[in-house]
C-alpha cells in the first residue's frame, strides 16, 4: 500500500473543477459540431501495437505498458490521434471528407519532475480525414482559432512551420482577417512523430506551454487499413484552464529568474551592462521579488536549481542557470546562449590513485543524483548514488562514499580535502535559458537583450 493518496501524476477533479472543465468542454464542442464533425471515444486501453511509436524511442518509452492475461502488450492511450485514424478508416466507406472531435483523457509515463505534465491529462481536438491541401489545413486551423476564441483566451498566437514558405504563405492566405492577424509563420517549428506536412501551435502569454498542437498526417490511416490525408489538432484541457485562472503574465514585463548566490553577482553584471537598471536587486536573501524603475522588467530571486523550473512553468520569461543544473533536471526550456560566466566542470573526484571502475557497488556521493546515474551507466559501473545537498567532499573523507561527482571551479575544496579529480563528466557554464513560449511571445524584448549579451559575451571570451 503506498502512503500517497494517489498515484503521482494523477488528480482528482473536485466540483468546482470539474465545472469548469465541462463548461470548456460544451463550448469546444459547440464549434466542432458547427464545422460538422461528430464525436468519437475510443478506449483508454488498448493494444501497444496499436500505437505506432517504435520500440526505443521515447514515445514509445513513455506509454504505459502491461500484460494481458494472454501475454499481449497492452498500453494506456498515449495520444487518440492513432486511435481514431483507426476509427476513420473503418468508418470510411464512400470515401468523403470524416470529421471527428473527442474529449477524453491521455497518459504518459513521465518520471517525477516538477516541470513534468501529468500523466494523466484531458485532451478535447479534432481530425479530419479525406481532406487534403492548404484548402483544409486553412479550415482546421480556422477551427483551432475559433475553438481558442470560444474558450475565452486572449491574445493567442498560432504558429506555423512544417511546410515550404510558398505552401504556408497559400495557407495564410486562405485564413479569414481575424484569424490571419493572430498567425505567424516559424520555419522552426520541427515535425515530429507521424506528421508529414504542416504543423502549428497556439500559444498564449500566460501558459508556459502550447495551448494547442495539430498538424496533417496524411500517411497515418494507411496503417490502419485505408489511405486518406488528413489533419487535427489537439487542445490541452488543463492547460486552458490554468491560462484562464491566471493573471496576465507579469502584466506584459519580462521576468527575469536570477539565481540567488554565486551566478547573480555575475548576472546582475552584464545585465547592467547591457543596459538594465539593476539598482533594485539585492540578494539579501530576503526580498524575493524586484523591478526596474520602468516596471519593463520584473527580477525574481531563486535557489539556482530552480531557475529552470520557474521558466519550465512559465513563472519566468528567462533567467540564468547552470548548465550543471539544467543538465540533472533535464527542463524543458530553451538554451538561448551560454554565458561567459560559472565555468567550472563536473568531474569525479576521490583520493589520488583510485581506480573507481574497478570497485564493487561503487559508492558515489553527488548533488547531481541523475548526471551521475547517465554518467556511470555510460561507463558500464554500477553505482550506488547517494544524493546529499552539499558539502560534497566530506563524503569520501568520512568513509560514506568511494567517489563524488560534483562540480570543480577552482579546485580549492577538493585540495583542501586531499581530494583530486579522477575524471571530468562535462564542462560547465552558465546558461541563459528561455521559458519557449516566452522566447516567441516576448521576442520583442528577449531578442535584444540577448543580442547584446552575446556580444558582451563574445567580448569577454576575446578578451
Ligand atoms: C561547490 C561544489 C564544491 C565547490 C567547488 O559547492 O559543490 O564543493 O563549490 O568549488 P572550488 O573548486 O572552487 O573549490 P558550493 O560552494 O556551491 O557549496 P555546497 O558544498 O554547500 O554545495
Not at 514509445?60 to 501475454?71: E, I, L, P, S
Not at 498564449?204 to 490502419?224: H, K, Q, T
Not at 558515489?364 to 541523475?370: E, G, I
Request: proline residues 6%; aromatic residues 8%.
Amino acid at each position: 500500500m503506498s502512503n500517497t493518496l494517489l498515484p503521482y501524476g494523477v488528480s482528482d477533479y473536485l466540483p468546482e473543477g470539474y465545472l469548469k472543465k465541462t463548461a470548456l468542454e460544451s463550448a469546444l464542442k459547440t464549434v466542432f459540431s458547427a464545422f460538422g464533425a461528430l464525436p468519437v471515444e475510443p478506449p483508454a486501453l488498448d493494444f501497444a501495437e496499436n500505437f505506432i511509436f517504435a520500440p526505443g524511442s521515447r514515445e514509445y518509452g513513455r506509454m504505459f505498458k502491461f500484460a494481458d492475461t494472454d501475454g499481449s502488450l497492452l498500453a494506456l492511450r498515449p495520444d487518440p490521434t492513432m486511435q481514431i485514424a483507426r476509427i476513420a478508416a473503418s468508418q470510411c466507406k464512400a470515401g468523403g471528407p470524416l470529421k471527428f472531435f473527442y474529449s477524453l483523457n491521455s497518459y504518459e509515463n513521465s518520471r517525477r519532475r516538477a516541470g513534468a505534465r501529468p500523466r494523466e491529462f484531458a485532451q478535447i481536438g479534432l481530425e479530419y480525414f479525406n481532406a487534403a491541401g492548404a484548402e483544409a489545413d486553412a479550415e482546421i486551423v480556422r477551427v483551432a482559432a475559433d475553438a481558442l476564441a470560444a474558450a475565452g483566451i486572449q491574445n493567442f498566437r498560432i504558429e506555423l512551420g512544417g511546410e515550404t514558405p510558398a505552401y504556408l504563405e497559400k495557407l495564410v492566405s486562405l485564413l479569414p482577417a481575424p484569424v490571419k492577424a493572430r498567425v505567424e509563420i516559424d520555419p522552426e517549428i520541427a515535425r515530429a512523430g507521424y506528421y508529414t506536412g504542416v504543423v502549428f501551435n497556439a500559444l498564449a502569454p500566460n501558459c508556459g506551454a502550447p495551448l494547442l498542437e495539430g498538424g496533417r498526417y496524411d500517411d497515418l490511416a494507411a496503417r490502419y487499413g485505408k489511405a486518406m490525408p488528413a489533419v487535427g489538432f489537439a487542445i490541452g484541457t488543463a492547460r486552458v484552464l490554468e491560462s484562464l485562472s491566471r493573471p496576465a503574465a507579469g502584466g506584459g514585463a519580462l521576468r527575469i529568474a536570477l539565481p540567488k548566490g554565486r551566478l547573480m553577482k555575475e548576472g546582475v553584471k552584464i545585465l547592467s551592462a547591457c543596459g538594465v537598471d539593476c539598482s533594485g536587486v539585492a540578494d539579501d536573501g530576503r526580498v524575493l521579488t524586484a523591478e526596474t524603475p520602468d516596471k519593463k522588467i520584473k527580477f525574481i530571486f531563486v535557489k539556482p536549481a530552480d531557475a529552470p523550473i520557474y521558466i519550465e512553468r512559465g513563472a519566468a520569461d528567462i533567467g540564468i542557470a547552470g548548465k550543471d543544473v539544467l543538465l540533472e533536471e533535464g527542463c524543458d526550456v530553451k538554451e538561448v546562449l551560454p554565458l561567459p560566466f560559472g565555468k567550472c566542470r563536473i568531474c569525479v573526484a576521490g583520493y589520488a590513485g583510485t581506480d573507481f571502475t574497478g570497485i564493487n557497488n561503487l559508492r558515489a556521493a553527488t548533488k547531481y543524483p541523475a548526471v551521475a546515474e547517465r554518467y556511470f551507466a555510460e561507463k558500464g559501473i554500477s553505482a550506488d548514488i547517494i544524493k546529499l545537498n552539499g558539502s560534497i567532499e566530506l563524503a569520501p573523507v568520512l568513509g560514506m562514499a568511494d567517489v563524488i561527482v560534483d562540480i570543480v571551479e577552482s579546485g580549492s575544496t577538493l585540495k583542501a580535502n586531499g581530494l583530486v579529480v579522477l575524471d571530468e563528466v562535462a564542462p560547465v557554464s552558465a546558461v541563459l535559458i528561455a521559458n519557449k513560449v516566452s522566447f516567441k511571445l516576448k521576442r520583442a524584448m528577449i531578442a535584444p537583450l540577448a543580442k547584446k549579451i552575446n556580444l558582451l559575451g563574445n567580448e569577454a571570451r576575446n578578451f
